[in-house]
């Protein structure tokens, strides 16, 4: 590689590392048109937070082709001189390469993408002392390894060895599998009281040091937070994951008198009779669930009492935690039922990061109706509570925001959580704004409520996830703030506090992110190899807005019928606008006409 300074066609000298040359290379190649190259140089010295962070940060903004790293995780980099002068030392010393359309000329677009640049970059992303190497131990990884890569891969770029927990024959141990874990452990998972027991004893018999424990599985949080606390590692009292795992528990804490816990059968149905008591909450319509569940499985609106019977019994014979069929021989994940009153108010997804009780990063969402939402009276219809659609960021009004933050704030602490990465659901009964369509578009969006309101807006909680959201949320919401859930759930697992703070700092303003979920027309076989490809193929410019991407399906699977909420949605995306919601919203509508998957 030749180095020509500024205003010479002389080589210059320059130092640099082969590797450093090969990823600048790696970054130019494939260029066929004036472009500019721009080199991130450090101003102080230290050791490097996170070495992907320059590509994430930048990830899906408009005019940045291309973002190479040139450091390793945990590297020590100095910074450039005041009396340095030409590009070699610049480039000796540069941590991030960034390929640019178009030529630096000083026009208006080179001053956004400067000004994009500042933007996304502004945060702590060096530490003033070494960062050790850090050994995690992470349980019960059940997702597949397209829809959980972002998790390694952070634990990659942070400098964290992972130690992989899970039953013989898991992709994590795949040696083709670019992140797997360092080292894997096989392990029975199966949910018993020796659990915690068996967690410590195989971490104990692998013999290296383990500096923290966790796992984003909703039934292994108890198990591996006792399995933590045995081993002395930071975790959230085990105590507050037994509540928050338990919707009744959860309820009890933040309004008792909003539910019903139904543990027999026969009792409730005697309940129910004209001469006993009525003991359901304020109704109808009720929502009806699994106390102990997941993705909304088998959760139910009903609008009559004999709706009411019929969704209980359905919901008791369901096992928590599973998409499988009844089975009375297996009763390990039998759950209880819990009726709920049913707020009709906007949902919102909130998103915390705490640390020792501070709120480091608060993030809400709006998450649309589902078909569930519109059940009425005798409607006799399958629709269910999948999500639809979410949208970054709220557009509650602050009041609202401000309301939601202090409430969930105040649910997730009296749990006993002071420190870790929540995920709450919560509806604002009373809100000012609701969903609607208007103008010539009649696009629904969250828009402020025609009629006024004679109440103050207020909370009404549904759940408190202590993990981060599901994982093309939790990638949406990196895309939409810069904060990755997933990150900072490894480092409060490692009690790394200054990582913690310094990853948790958002981009000064933000743009409109949508994910959209895409359900099956109907049951069968997938025919397509590649879907989004084809479609990228076929509309690049209309893909160019889509960061981000999943199939739950692949070619040759089978899919149920979509109508059932235990069949899963075929694909997801994610799509970034710097324009406004209105524009997101059409944008996402139309990825979804241009998406073509077939299904014989």
Request: glycine share 6%; aromatic share 8%; proline share 7%.
């Amino acid at each position: 590689m030749l180095v020509i300074d500024a205003g010479s066609e002389t080589p210059v000298k320059a130092n640099l590392d082969p590797a450093k040359i090969a990823s600048i290379l790696k970054c130019l190649n494939n260029v066929t048109s004036a472009q500019t190259v721009a080199f991130v140089v450090p101003k102080e010295e230290g050791y490097v937070i996170r070495n992907d962070i320059f590509q994430d940060r930048l990830h899906g903004c408009l005019g940045i082709q291309k973002v190479v790293s040139l450091v390793r995780p945990r590297q020590f980099v100095g910074s450039l001189p005041a009396t340095a002068q030409g590009l070699v030392k610049s480039i000796e010393l540069a941590v991030c390469c960034i390929l640019i359309d178009g030529v630096a000329d000083g026009s208006a677009k080179m001053l956004s993408d400067y000004l994009q640049l500042r933007e996304r970059l502004s945060l702590q992303w060096l530490s003033p002392t070494p960062i050790p190497l850090r050994r995690l131990a992470v349980v019960g990884e059940i997702r597949p390894a397209h829809l959980s890569s972002h998790f390694f891969i952070a634990a990659r770029s942070l400098g964290v060895e992972v130690v992989a927990l899970g039953p013989r024959g898991h992709w994590l141990q795949n040696p083709e599998y670019p992140n797997r874990a360092a080292v894997f452990l096989e392990l029975d998972l199966t949910v018993d009281p020796g659990l915690p027991e068996s967690i410590v004893a195989a971490l104990q018999a692998y013999g290296g040091k383990i500096d923290g424990i966790t796992t984003v599985t909703e039934y292994l949080l108890i198990p591996v937070a006792q399995a933590a606390e045995k081993l002395g590692l930071p975790t959230s009292p085990s105590t507050s994951f037994i509540k928050s795992v338990n919707k009744h528990q959860t309820r009890l804490l933040d309004n008792p008198n909003s539910c019903h816990l139904v543990t027999s059968l026969d009792t409730f149905q005697s309940q129910l009779s004209p001469e006993k008591q009525d003991i359901l909450p304020p109704g109808p319509p009720w929502i009806v669930k699994p106390c102990n569940g997941w993705h909304s499985l088998g959760v139910a609106k009903v609008a009559t009492k004999k709706e009411l019977l019929a969704a209980v019994k359905k919901v008791a014979k369901y096992a928590a935690y599973s998409r499988n069929e009844p089975n009375p021989e297996d009763p390990q994940w039998q759950t209880n039922v819990l009726i709920e009153e049913y707020c009709d108010g906007p949902e919102v997804d909130c998103n915390f990061v705490l640390w020792e009780g501070q709120i480091l990063f608060f993030q809400a969402i709006d998450n649309f109706p589902c078909a569930g939402d519109a059940v009425t009276e005798d409607m006799q219809t399958t629709e269910n509570f999948k999500e639809t659609q979410l949208l970054f960021p709220s557009a509650l009004p602050p009041s609202e925001l401000n309301i939601l933050k202090s409430s969930l704030y105040d649910t997730i602490t009296r749990l006993g959580f002071r420190s870790g990465v929540f995920h709450v659901e919560a509806r604002v009964r009373d809100s000012s704004y609701c969903y609607r369509a208007a103008g010539d578009d009649e696009i629904l969006d969250l828009r402020p409520n025609l009629e006024p309101q004679t109440h103050e807006a207020s909370v009404f909680l549904i759940e408190v996830n202590a993990r981060p959201p599901g994982y093309v949320d939790t990638c949406a919401s990196y895309y939409a703030d810069g904060v990755d859930l997933f990150a900072l759930q490894i480092l409060i697992a490692l009690g790394d506090e200054f990582r913690t703070r310094a990853l948790s700092q958002p981009y000064h303003s933000t743009s409109n992110v949508v994910v959209s979920a895409i359900q099956a027309k109907k049951a069968g076989t997938i025919e397509s190899a590649d879907p989004w490809n084809e479609l990228a193929q076929k509309n690049p410019t209309l893909m160019g807005n889509v960061v981000h991407r999943v199939m739950a399906f692949g070619k040759g699977d089978r899919i149920d019928n979509p109508l059932l909420d235990t069949t899963p949605w075929l694909s997801a995306f994610t799509a970034c606008s710097l324009g406004s919601r209105a524009d997101v919203l059409n944008l996402c509508s139309h990825v979804k006409r241009e998406f073509e998957c077939e299904i014989a």
